[in-house]
Nanobody, 124 residues
Framework: QLQLVESGGGLVQPGGSLVLSCTIPGFTLDAYAIGWFRQAPGKEREGVSSISRSGGTTDYADSVKGRFIIFRDNDKNTVFLHMNNLKPEDTAKYLC?????????????????WGQGTQVTVSS
């Protein structure tokens, strides 16, 4: 079963930045619309951002608009999530997910391929 791989998480102070990466080792990522999701302990999985297969269409949760930027470099087989002005409430495990059928969406139930996640902790 194909599995996505995330990287780039860590501990950062409020107001700081991180860049998360998502790739599929051994396969081409441009066949998949990609979504980023996050899940904090005791909370439901939340859609953060999504990007279409071409990269031409993106979407963001209201809570991250203006702070997070999603983009993909299909030559590098990677989707990136730039997270700026991070807040303590952004603390969660961040997971990327893929779906072959368009469009990209923030609904986690529409994705059939997931990574293991990378932890992001925002704390002073």
């Amino acid at each position: 079963q194909l599995q996505l791989v995330e990287s780039g998480g860590g501990l950062v102070q409020p107001g700081g930045s991180l860049v998360l990466s998502c790739t599929i080792p051994g396969f081409t990522l441009d066949a998949y619309a990609i979504g980023w999701f996050r899940q904090a302990p005791g909370k439901e999985r939340e859609g953060v951002s999504s990007i279409s297969r071409s990269g031409g269409t993106t979407d963001y949760a209201d809570s991250v608009k203006g702070r997070f930027i999603i983009f993909r470099d299909n030559d590098k087989n990677t989707v990136f999530l730039h997270m700026n002005n991070l807040k303590p409430e952004d603390t969660a495990k961040y997971l990327c997910a893929g779906r072959r059928a368009p469009p990209a969406t923030l609904d986690p139930n529409r994705y059939d391929m997931w990574g293991q996640g990378t932890q992001v902790t925002v704390s002073s």
